[in-house]
């Protein structure tokens, strides 16, 4: 689900700033609703911490839900403008830090004993659960967060005017780059990366054949093929072909339905707006391939449920947290395909959704088996910012790929270094 339609960010990344818990004391908790009180259930007040999804209808859900749960009073605060990373770690440090927030997984949440061992309520339906999502939230055999939505994220594109070009579903970063120029006329742009070309530093790395860390945890994104496509991406970037400074980000379609893009990278959460304003004249494609070793790629997207180890009721917040994500999967297919299309990482639920088993969400659910990456939990903060730097010094500003990865190379392995030694 994408963030708050007005507000220009990054729904995915929410400030990508190399900022820990401790960065964030100076900062003051915000929202509108402080109190602890209000739900309509008996014993513990909760509070809960959600940032301001843009589809019409998620808070009033979320508040449905919690007011359904009798075993504790829980309130939802709701957080909207375009800090939510660092309003939820301001609060984190206070008295009126939440119990239940959502996140991603994070490394560094974990090593500072923020966020609780969700083990014990996850093992028994831990196989009902996509095995990629549960990696991603697991360190040394404990599970540390309960996924909500799987959030494929690819091209998409107007096969009307794919036809009129004579441009056809690009496979390699060169193609993407040739349909770019045929595409691009005098009022529309072959393609829209987002306003800071960064959403897609993942896929870049990826479709290179590479990846962001080692299985061991060491840096694996520095080769030649990574740096050939920086090349060919600064090459469109100064092509006249890209979109640039767009309205709205690259998390809302609306470049796209207003016709400003031939093709727009978003998310699968976009699809029911794309399909109420272009109808059929919608398709998707992965990231392209980039150089001879490299394979076309999907991100994961997505948000997790965390409860605050810290917090006054650890126990009364995980029961919640079990309740509503793992117990009731009547609300968890709602929340994942009635306010956008999202996957849920429940394979049962996945697999019975009725919503995703045809047309463009059926395609995305399809590419998002065949091509889908997921997060890694020791890519942190600090090495998203360092490789933003990269996209922004090498793609904007014409620097050398080759040094700019070597000097990401070199923070990210500082970072690794304070985290695994």
Not at 18 to 41: E, I, K, V, Y
Not at 92 to 114: M, R, W, Y
Not at 392 to 401: E, L, T
């Amino acid at each position: 689900m994408s963030a708050s339609s007005n507000m220009n960010w990054d729904r995915r990344n929410v400030l990508r700033a190399a900022m820990g818990l401790a960065a964030a004391g100076g900062l003051a908790a915000c929202g509108s609703n402080t109190g602890r009180g209000g739900g309509s259930g008996s014993g513990k007040n909760l509070v809960q911490y959600f940032h301001a999804y843009g589809e019409a209808g998620v808070e009033q859900a979320v508040k449905r839900y919690a007011k359904a749960y009798k075993d504790a009073n829980v309130t939802t605060r709701w957080i909207t403008g375009n800090n939510f990373e660092q309003k939820l770690f301001a609060a984190l440090l206070t008295d009126n830090a939440p119990d239940v927030f959502e996140f991603h997984p994070q490394i560094q949440l974990i090593k500072s004993g923020q966020v609780a061992d969700l083990t014990d309520i996850i093992e028994p339906v831990k196989d009902d659960f996509n095995q990629a999502d549960i990696k991603s939230h697991t360190v040394d055999g404990k599970i540390y967060g309960v996924r909500m939505i799987d959030d494929p994220q690819f091209f998409f594109y107007r096969p009307s005017m794919f036809e009129k070009a004579k441009v056809k579903v690009p496979t390699t970063l060169e193609e993407l780059i040739e349909a770019a120029d045929k595409l691009t006329t005098s009022k529309v742009k072959g393609v829209y990366f987002g306003n800071e070309i960064t959403p897609v530093q993942h896929n870049l790395i990826w479709s290179a054949g590479a990846d962001t860390l080692t299985a061991d945890n060491k840096p694996a994104f520095n080769t030649d093929a990574v740096a050939d496509g920086l090349k060919q991406l600064r090459g469109l970037f100064t092509s006249g072909n890209m979109l640039l400074g767009a309205p709205t980000d690259w998390w809302d379609p609306s470049a796209f339905t207003q016709g400003l893009t031939a093709i727009q990278w978003c998310g699968m959460w976009a699809m029911p707006v794309m399909q109420k304003a272009l109808g059929d004249d919608i398709g998707i494609f992965p990231f392209p391939k980039v150089g001879s070793a490299g394979k076309e790629s999907v991100y994961n997207g997505g948000w997790s449920m965390f409860v605050n180890a810290k917090g006054k009721n650890v126990e009364a917040a995980k029961e919640y947290v079990k309740w509503l994500w793992i117990d009731q999967k009547e609300y968890q297919e709602d929340f994942a395909t009635s306010y956008g299309f999202h996957i849920p990482p429940r394979t049962s639920l996945a697999q019975s959704a009725d919503k995703l088993k045809s047309g463009l969400p059926a395609e995305g659910v399809k590419l998002f088996n065949e091509f889908g990456h997921f997060d890694n939990i020791g890519w942190t903060q600090a090495m998203i910012a360092s490789f933003n730097d990269v996209i922004a010094n090498s793609v904007r500003k014409n620097g050398d790929p080759k040094a700019q990865l070597a000097a990401c190379e070199k923070k990210v392995d500082a970072e690794l270094k304070k985290l695994f030694g």
